[in-house]
């Protein structure tokens, strides 16, 4: 099925440890996008990529570095978790071009809880 | 920052009612976005309504738009049990010549049977 994949789905983290949280799209999208999701605070955007070799920091950038391997792989790293990124990870891709209907629509993957302990 | 808000935070009502929950922003929009994401998983999109639009339709969902307010309403018309959901508004936010998709809380919806 076409869509956005996201692994792993679950992971438990001690303080200190550093994981790879990976994405893929087959929608041939332009933009990807990782959010996370904390109760009450709905979803804040963490780095995005424009284009295939562009990254950037969204509104909380700090403790993550991302990559954008290719067009189809967005990956999203913890060099050294704290429980403060404990948290629901969503990834999400689109199209991203304004003139075109429906290519502004966010495709999103299922999302990866990590619990940093 | 969030750019939408919703309101209300979270709205109960009975199977068969109707639904509605508002979203205001704060900067100019080239369209506004309405998605759904049910406990667990993750968002789908549900209406895209232009700015130059002021309503759309899309079963029973119905989108208002007043970009004089900076606010739109969704309207889920005779609700199940099965709409019982978490609501979001987006909206882009135009930063270094790109733009960028921001969400607002949400809003949770309990529809009991």
């Known amino acids: 099925n076409a869509g956005v994949t996201q692994t792993p789905k679950f992971q438990v983290l001690k303080t200190g440890q550093s994981m790879t949280l990976q994405c893929a799209q087959d929608m041939n999208h332009n933009s990807m996008y990782w959010y996370r999701q904390d109760p009450g605070m709905g979803l804040r955007l963490i780095y995005y990529s424009a284009s295939e070799g562009t990254t950037d920091k969204g509104e909380v950038p700090n403790g993550y570095n991302v990559s954008r391997l290719n067009k189809r792989e967005f990956s999203l790293r913890l060099e050294s978790a704290a429980p403060s990124q404990t948290s629901v990870y969503f990834c999400?891709?689109?199209?991203?071009?304004?003139?075109?209907?429906?290519?502004?629509?966010?495709?999103f993957g299922a999302g990866s809880r990590l619990t940093v302990l | 920052s969030q750019q939408g808000e919703e309101d209300p935070q979270a709205l109960s009502i009975q199977e068969g009612e109707n639904a509605t929950m508002n979203c205001s922003y704060k900067?100019?929009?080239?369209?506004l976005q309405w998605y759904r994401q049910n406990s667990g998983r993750g968002l789908v999109h549900l209406i895209l309504?232009?700015?130059?639009?002021r309503e759309k339709h899309s079963g029973r969902l119905r989108v208002t738009l007043d970009t004089s307010k900076k606010s739109s309403s969704l309207l889920i018309t005779a609700s199940r049990a099965a709409d019982t959901a978490s609501y979001f508004c987006a909206t882009d936010d135009v930063a270094g010549g790109s733009y960028i998709p921001t969400f607002g809380r949400g809003t949770s919806l309990i529809v009991h049977p």
């Open positions: 309504i232009r700015s130059n639009e």
């Open positions: 999400a891709s689109r199209l991203d071009r304004p003139s075109l209907s429906g290519a502004n629509v966010l495709t």
């Open positions: 900067t100019s929009i080239n369209n």
